[in-house]
């Protein structure tokens, strides 16, 4: 759909020759478009503010090849006074350009000041001069220059480089001699901008002010649906919902008043030597005070700086200075700082979201950065949050304890905002390590004392090892202060009493030399060394630990055990009131508005005030069983007879534990699933006796168990697992992808402690759907319209490898309905290479699923609702041009003829987020801790302006702060309105097989979680050839008994 006739352009100005038609525009430019096959255009792209030109002098603007230029509304444009004629192609170059002479360097005031070069026109663009306007030189307010207006447009040469080569010119040619295409884009805008300033001129406003209608989108057509990346967003306000009881809720997000800059300055900063990161803001901060003492740029601690102002008067200047600071053990160490020009970044877009349909991402990281620098004053920095030493240990175990701190993220909603909230983080202890080694050891049962430790074994070693590798340590001779020295740990040696070296040409021991030449004598001679220093060195250097200290406030990631986690949950876990007190104490200790740099600098502030929000609690569904349908209250229900149960005639139960029950365990095992089974519906016989164990539960053994269980055709087989140990792995690779045979596992500490019929009823919840059961569906009466036709649920997820593990693959899982009932789902899944987050083989994963489709409802689907877990907002564009668009590829490829093309709406899930929602009135609330209710949406204000998007609290928070899901709509061809993609989504957290709750996510998400756990169990244990990943993934492959005949396996 083109443009609307009589639209105004907002970047009208002098045309090119007649010859040069066909390329008159850069794509940034909101101009007018030849029509594009299937298209689908979804309202008109606001003018963007600053883009207005100014009218020429008897500029007649020949039509664009292709495509019917619209008359231009209103009356002829007057005429400018000394307009020059627009040259023809190729007749003007660009400024500065052609041969580059070298780097001129000069002093001034002690500084090295070389000329950059690099801040020209590049050869990529044709300018066209339209005017001049007078702008003051960077730096002087005395002297104005008459600077030429620019028209520009992509060459032939520039169109055939490519994206790969834009990426190369982004701050410079090859040899860094020319400037981006971005960088002149952002110059025009600045000129533009000083000519309305000065002329009067204003652009035009949004024609979409906030509250304003959406604007309506084009009929489908099936040329629409093919694939175009530039249409699946459009700028188009969508209307917030309207179903549901409104509540006055407030979010943690507060104001941010960005003051009056226009344009921030962006400087590259290099530093050599190489040093670790935690130096480098030391040395900016000394560079700072000796250069620019009146200055407070923001630096973001590895290379970046921005500043309000220019540093210099030419922006080709190179700052380049000697810096001098002390290090970890107060000697000094000398460092060369280079500070060189690299970009300016636009912020007015900050002050205009609402008329902008990108974000713009680099003016808010350099909010980021700025903010940042309040924090770190007292703080210490971990990502984006900072935390603060506890006044008193918070002891996680396992030589870690927790920090409370507080997170900060400048956000898009409808205006800018600063997102801040509680964290909490697991930090090493700052003890001795051999004081950490007995930590780590000792368990709930056990604890283990230093004068314990005489030797280790190798599992406590390779223990140890593991804790140790990378943090910093202090070495110290008690009593010998001169002896005190930093390292950071590669590792572990071998016994002191074992480790020997060359002194003064004779064999020495560790031990030997502490004692004769250190006067020092070690009281733990056998236990390791630590290993430090260089790593290239020959000679390793090797402490004995009880002379180590780790090193205090060490941020380091570490992924944190089953236990530290469940300690983290109950020390943080808090009501709404003291949560909320946290977070303003986190707004007190950063001190925004004092900081030099926020607010002396760039002149920002923030308010200290929670955003007030309007909510709406929507109405869950209520839930079909065998014999009625039941409420849900409160994110809860009671469940009845299940819709179609199962029936198990022949099942038993086996041991992989060590140590076998009780027999009375195992009979009460079977009393409690029997007398479960019976009230749900299901038909149990008697289980096969005697139970069988398995000896000392390894991999061999289970799997021959198995085999010989396998020729007695169980339904189900019932297995006691240790409650922690490789156990539950053996089992299921055995099972499924070995034998062929369907298992319920139960943990021991169950069997023998906590086991009851209520606790076996939410056993067989699971058991049921695993036999092809469906546990319960949506009434008839408030089933969803959009389900009675052929439509398939999807959900997909990647899950990575722990921050410590380097040679594991990432898991892709995708999971997808089979029923009309939305209930029964299947799995796919593939390995992936490390942190890689798009689904590299979608498209044949989507394919494998819609012929499971088909197979299981003789149908193809006519929709899609498919639902991405894990996905950023920095990554979205990936998605739609790789995800979106493998997975409609693969249901064009097996859409027979006749079939209608299958409509697809895709949603980006997202749970790593730190936006929490608190109610005003605690009437509104329904549990003891002030959390909103289930079913509580928010669609407003902190939301994207255009995007497609919203909060849901889905779930009954069982402890703590409920913690909504985002979720963000990449492509729509339902063309859902706000109240039914928020319903519908609300109504799938209530299809989770496990459990009578609501969840905090929809069903097809949780079992993609589930899913790609399943994977991780299978190439657990394993060694895995990263090179060949697609290879390895065959050795994983799950029985076809198994994947096609028992579908729900994975609940």
């Known amino acids: 759909m083109g443009k609307k006739k009589g639209a105004k352009k907002p970047d009208e100005g002098a045309s090119a020759s007649s010859s040069d038609t066909s390329r008159r525009q850069p794509p940034q430019q909101a101009t007018q478009r030849p029509p594009q096959q299937g298209a689908q255009q979804a309202a008109q792209r606001p003018p963007q503010q600053g883009a207005q030109q100014p009218p020429q002098q008897g500029a007649q603007r020949p039509p664009q090849q292709g495509a019917q230029q619209p008359p231009q509304q209103g009356a002829q444009r007057p005429p400018q006074q000394g307009a020059q004629q627009p040259p023809q192609q190729g007749a003007q170059r660009p400024p500065q350009q052609g041969a580059q002479r070298p780097p001129q360097q000069a002093v001034a005031g002690g500084i090295k000041i070389a000329k950059n070069n690099s801040f020209q026109k590049h050869l990529f663009y044709k300018k066209y001069i339209s005017g001049t306007i007078p702008v003051s030189q960077p730096g002087s307010s005395a002297r104005t220059h008459q600077v030429p207006i620019y028209r520009e447009e992509f060459s032939d040469q520039h169109r055939a480089q490519g994206k790969g080569h834009q990426r190369q010119y982004q701050r410079g040619g090859p040899g ?296 910093r340590i202090i070495y110290e001779i008690p009593g010998q202060p001169a002896s005190k020295k930093s390292y950071r740990v590669n590792g572990l040696g071998v016994a002191a009493s074992q480790s020997s070296f060359i002194h003064e040409g004779k064999n020495i021991t560790v031990v030997e030399y502490f004692a004769r030449i250190k006067n020092f004598r070690l009281r733990y001679p056998n236990l390791p060394t630590v290993w430090v220093g260089n790593l290239q060195r020959k000679d390793k250097i090797l402490l004995p630990l009880e002379l180590c200290t780790i090193v205090a406030d060490q941020a380091i990631p570490r992924k944190m055990t089953e236990n530290q986690t469940a300690k983290m949950i109950r020390y943080s876990a808090t009501s709404t009131d003291i949560r909320k007190n946290k977070i303003m104490n986190g707004l007190q200790t950063a001190n925004y508005n004092q900081n030099s740099t926020v607010s002396q600098e760039f002149g920002f502030s923030v308010g200290n005030q929670f955003q007030k929000l309007d909510a709406r609690v929507l109405d869950p569904p209520s839930l079909k069983y065998s014999r009625r349908s039941v409420p849900v209250s409160r994110g809860v229900w009671r469940g009845d007879s299940f819709l179609a149960a199962a029936t198990i005639e022949k099942w038993t139960i086996v041991s992989v534990c060590r140590y076998r029950p009780r027999p009375d365990d195992f009979k009460t095992l079977e009393q409690n699933i029997i007398s479960a089974g019976r009230d749900a519906g299901m038909s149990f016989g ?154 590299e083989d979608l498209e044949n994963v989507a394919i494998e699923h819609l012929r499971f489709f088909r197979e299981k409802t003789g149908r193809f689907p006519e929709k899609i609702l498919f639902f991405r877990d894990g996905v950023s907002e920095g990554q979205f564009n990936q998605v739609r041009n790789e995800e979106i668009k493998a997975l409609r590829s693969a249901c064009k490829r097996e859409q027979k003829s006749g079939e209608n093309a299958v409509q697809i709406t895709f949603l980006v899930v997202q749970k790593r987020h730190h936006t929490r929602l608190f109610p005003l009135d605690k009437r509104d609330s329904e549990d003891k801790n002030f959390n909103v209710p289930a079913g509580t949406c928010v669609d407003t204000n902190i939301t994207h302006p255009y995007l497609q998007d919203f909060y849901l609290v889905s779930h009954a928070s069982i402890q703590g702060v409920a913690k909504p899901t985002k979720y963000v709509t990449l492509w729509d061809d339902l063309k859902l309105d706000n109240d039914t993609v928020e319903q519908l989504t609300f109504y799938l957290c209530h299809m989770f097989t496990r459990c009578n709750r609501s969840v905090s996510y929809p069903a097809p998400t949780y079992y993609a979680h589930l899913a790609a756990a399943r994977a991780k169990v299978y190439i657990e244990n394993d060694h895995l050839n990263l090179a060949r990943l697609k290879d390895e993934f065959q050795r994983f492959q799950i029985l076809d008994e198994i994947r096609k005949g028992k579908p729900m396996f994975f609940v």
């Open 176 to 471: 860094g001699d020319q400037p981006s295409p971005r960088q002149q884009q952002q110059q025009q805008q600045r000129q533009q901008q000083v000519f309305q300033e000065q002329s009067g001129v204003k652009p035009l406003a949004s024609p979409t002010p906030p509250g304003a209608s959406v604007l309506k989108r084009p009929p489908e057509t099936k040329k629409s649906r093919d694939f175009d990346d530039s249409q699946i967003v459009a700028q188009v306000r969508f209307k917030p919902g309207t179903v549901g009881r409104v509540i006055k809720v407030e979010s943690n997000h507060l104001a941010l008043n960005l003051g009056k800059i226009n344009t921030a300055f962006h400087y590259d900063v290099a530093i050599v030597p190489d040093t670790p990161k935690r130096f480098l803001r030391n040395v900016m901060e000394t560079w700072r005070r000796q250069l620019f003492p009146n200055r407070y740029p923001a630096f973001d601690g590895t290379k970046n700086l921005y500043t309000s102002k220019p540093l210099t008067n030419n922006f080709n200047d190179v700052l380049q200075n000697e810096i001098t600071i002390s290090d970890e053990d107060g000697r000094p160490k000398n460092y060369k700082v280079t500070v060189k020009f690299a970009n300016d970044v636009d912020m007015t877009p900050l002050r205009d979201f609402l008329s902008r349909s990108v974000t713009p991402t680099e003016a808010l990281q350099v909010v980021d950065i700025v903010l940042r620098m309040a924090p770190l004053q007292s703080c210490i920095p971990a990502g984006r949050s900072f935390f603060m030493r506890p006044r008193e240990m918070l002891d996680l175990g396992e030589g870690m304890q927790m920090y409370n701190g507080f997170y900060q993220s400048a956000i898009r909603g409808w205006a800018p905002l600063l997102n801040i909230d509680v964290a909490h983080k697991a930090f090493p202890k700052a003890i001795n390590i051999v004081d950490c080694l007995a930590d780590l050891l000792s368990t709930g049962r056990q604890q283990v004392r230093p004068q314990d430790l005489t030797s280790l074994g190798e599992y406590e070693k390779e223990k140890l090892s593991k804790f140790l590798k990378t943090l």
């Open 686 to 839: 008697r289980p096969t006796e005697p139970f069988r164990d398995c000896g000392n539960g390894n991999y061999r053994d289970i799997e021959q168990l198995f085999k010989n269980l396998k020729n007695e055709k169980y339904n189900v087989i019932f297995v006691i697992i240790p409650d922690s140990g490789p156990q539950y792995s053996y089992v299921k690779k055995a099972a499924e992808l070995v034998v062929g045979c369907l298992t319920q596992c139960v943990k021991s500490g169950t069997v023998g402690r906590r086991m009851n019929k209520q606790t076996a009823a939410n056993i067989l919840l699971k058991v049921n759907s695993k036999l092809n059961g469906i546990n319960h569906t949506f009434a008839d009466n408030v089933k969803p319209a959009i389900l009675s036709r052929p439509f398939m649920i999807m959900g997909a997820d990647v899950t990575h490898p722990g921050p410590d593990s380097r040679d594991i693959p990432s898991v892709a899982a995708i999971t997808a309905s089979h029923d009309p009932k939305a209930f029964q789902y299947n799995i796919c899944w593939r390995l992936q290479d490390p942190k890689v987050e798009i689904i």
